[in-house]
C-alpha cells in the first residue's frame, strides 16, 4: 500500500523531535567603562601587543613602520591591531598626527589630559 504526499509529510514531521534553540550570546566582548584605565596593565610582558603598547605609550609615538619593524607585521595588520585591538578591545586613546618622518601614533591617557587643562 502507497501513502499518499499528504501522509508522508505529516508522519515524518511527528516522527522529528521539536528542539529549542539556544539564545547567542553576543560575539562581541563588552568592553567596560573602566577597561581603558587598567588595559596596558592587563597585557602580558613579553609579547608583541605589550611590546606595541609601550612603544604607543611613549611620548615621542611610533610609526607604523616601526611597528611593523618590531613585530615583523604588515602595515594592513598594523592598522588593524590599531582600531580592532588598541581603539576598540582596549578602549585606549589613539591620537595619530603628521609629522615629518610619517604620521605618529600615541596613546594619550585621557585623565592627564584634564589635569593638564584644569592647571
Same mark, same amino acid.
Given at each position: ?5 499528504? !501522509?508522508?509529510?505529516? #508522519? ?34 613579553? #609579547?608583541?601587543?605589550? !611590546? ?11 610609526? %607604523?613602520?616601526? %611597528? ?38 600615541? %596613546? %594619550?591617557? #585621557? ?9
Amino acid at each position: 500500500m502507497t501513502r499518499t504526499k499528504s !501522509q508522508r509529510k505529516t #508522519t515524518v514531521a511527528q516522527s522529528r523531535p521539536t528542539r529549542k534553540l539556544a539564545k547567542r550570546k553576543s560575539l562581541k566582548p563588552q568592553v567596560r567603562a573602566d577597561a581603558a584605565s587598567g588595559a596596558l596593565g592587563r597585557t602580558r610582558s613579553g #609579547t608583541k601587543s605589550a !611590546q606595541v603598547l609601550a612603544m604607543l605609550s611613549d611620548k615621542a609615538g611610533a610609526t %607604523i613602520a616601526a %611597528i611593523g619593524g618590531a613585530t615583523g607585521w604588515q602595515e594592513h595588520s598594523v592598522r588593524g591591531f590599531l582600531a580592532g585591538v588598541v581603539r576598540k578591545k582596549l578602549g585606549l586613546n589613539l591620537v595619530s598626527e603628521a609629522s615629518e618622518s610619517g604620521r605618529l601614533y600615541r %596613546i %594619550i591617557d #585621557t585623565s592627564t589630559l584634564r589635569v593638564k587643562q584644569a592647571a
